[in-house]
């Protein structure tokens, strides 16, 4: 009996502190989200609408069906790039020759760097008036006039999705180095005495014995690019015009910019919904490698 | 090039001997990755007039560090909220997390392993989905823009994974230590304290880490949540970007500060935040 004091007590307050900042604000905002909450209108709940805030998202909503699709535009080539970048510096980058050891060091600081850092800093450096980057690539592209990157809807994009590629690959280039590490050495070595070239090495021997671990970081960087905000907020706040819009982002603008909570709610809940389903599927993953 | 003929010696596998293209690739890679954090060091300490030219070449001035210590930028107050929020987040969450992480590992509950699970899950959430019902409330207890209501937030997504991260070392300790323990005539308290916390200090200093950096960077939470007096660095980041244009100068500055901490204790960052994070996400 008093062992069921202390394995109670002991959780208490990790549980407190979770029911108060996780589980009563999710409970709270899927309530917002049925009713209708113009906070600058009334500084309490207004009235029960049902789910007419998301027939109104996904029926009536251009804006919201716009930052669905810039989401998407986002999402998959940010999560394609970061995996293939990652590994391919995972490969670079295993050796334990001294160069590799520090290049690995110096590559971790960057990621440990505020997310909102990261998105000022380039910023600045895509930025016509300073243009690092602009200088540098018309060396490559002669004839490139002055490109205001951020103000093009779709270099804008493609400067947030390389920004986060840029972000992440380092995290996800060492998950892959200490997959490599935990390769049996046999076959590579029998592969080598049999000749084989170190480009088929790696594609018929290394790639294959790397997919569970390949198909969990697809799932997280899907996860983490899906809520991807900070870099948006201080990079492209959206613009030009919605062109970098994602669905995070116009949770954002609407219940902080216009307080409509209970529409913003409502948006809010329909990206958590997505978000679970891949969160199940990371956990069926991780329970099963466990048994 | 003298780090090359550090490999070849250590009689390496030869798909790790490194060729010369290999070589530049390798600080390509590193110069890549590591400009802006130069950037932001240099541009710290560049005259103004040099702020928008290429050149390396300056002579370093204090001049907008002292800049962004002065109104409106308030470098200090913000360095200062920066620290009391991380501190604070800290002194609560380790403990809770340690002692959560503990019963998570030596005892059965109902559900089995789905609670760490669960906890490990609510991470995947879109930060903003919790952030509304929590500006709601604090806006009603008059919180809002206080140092204390940003602890609160951080704590949901430190006490999380911190128990996660830590609970992973529990596991790996063998339980009869504490049994061992209790033998000897000590209380199942005492056994934790004297016993289990200090071998698993380990795990706990890399969920620290994890946690001052997360703490120390997070940026959305407090952007909603503060509007003057609680500002933390990253958020003061924006201030920066006045009606005249983006002061790049006070911005890099306020950068200087905010990675500071992170360049200081690098090592222990590489060693313990990335493996955690890297264990506790993938493994």
Known sequence: ?291 | MMTRTAVPSRGEAALWRRPRWRTILIWLVAIIWFAPVVWIVATAFKPRADVFALTLLFKPTLHSLIAAFAPPFLVGARLWNSILVTAGTLVIALPASTVAAYAFSRFRFPGGQIWPLVLLATQFLPPVIIVIPLFVVFKNLDLLDTRFALMIVNLSFIVPYATWMIKGFFDALPPDMEEAAQIDGASRLRAIWDVVVPVALPGIAAAAIFSFVVSWNEFFYALVLTRDHAVTLPVALMSARTEQGDAWDIMASMGLFIIAPMLLISRFVQRYFVKGLVSGAVR
């Not at chain 1, 007590?9 to 029911?19: D, F, K, N, S, T």
């Not at chain 1, 905002?29 to 209708?36: A, K, P, T």
């Open chain 1, 1 to 291: 009996m008093k062992e069921r004091y202390l394995k109670y007590g002991l959780l208490a307050p990790a549980l407190a502190i979770c029911a108060v900042t996780l589980f009563y604000p999710l409970m709270q905002s899927l309530i917002y989200s049925v009713h209708d909450w113009r906070m600058s209108r009334s500084p309490v709940v207004g009235a029960f609408v049902g789910l007419s805030n998301y027939a109104d998202l996904l029926l009536h909503d251009p804006d919201f069906l716009n930052s669905a699709w810039v989401t998407l535009v986002f999402t998959v080539p940010s999560v394609a790039l970061t995996i293939a970048v990652a590994l391919a510096l995972a490969v670079l980058l295993a050796g334990s020759g001294r160069l590799e050891v520090n290049a690995r060091m110096l590559l971790v600081i960057p990621f440990a760097m505020s997310p909102a850092l990261i998105g000022i800093s380039w910023r600045f450096m895509l930025s016509p008036e300073f243009g690092v980057v602009d200088t540098m690539l018309k060396h490559i592209v002669p004839g490139l006039g002055k490109a205001p990157i951020l103000s093009d809807p779709t270099l804008a994009m493609v400067a947030l999705i390389l920004v986060d590629v840029w972000h992440w690959t380092p995290y996800f280039m060492l998950t892959f180095i200490g997959a490599l590490a935990s390769l049996p050495q046999e076959t590579l070595d029998a592969a080598q005495v049999d000749g084989a070239g170190s480009m088929r090495i790696f594609f018929e021997i290394v790639l294959p014995q790397l997919r569970p671990v390949l198909a969990i970081a697809v799932l997280l960087k899907t996860i983490f690019s899906l809520k991807m905000l900070d870099q948006v907020v201080t990079m492209t706040a959206g613009g030009p015009g919605a062109a970098t819009e994602t669905v995070p982002y116009l949770v954002y603008t609407t219940a902080f910019r216009y307080y409509d909570i209970g529409y913003a709610s409502a948006m809010a809940w329909l990206l958590a919904v997505v978000m679970m389903v891949l969160a199940l599927v990371y956990s069926r993953f991780l329970l099963g490698r466990k048994t």
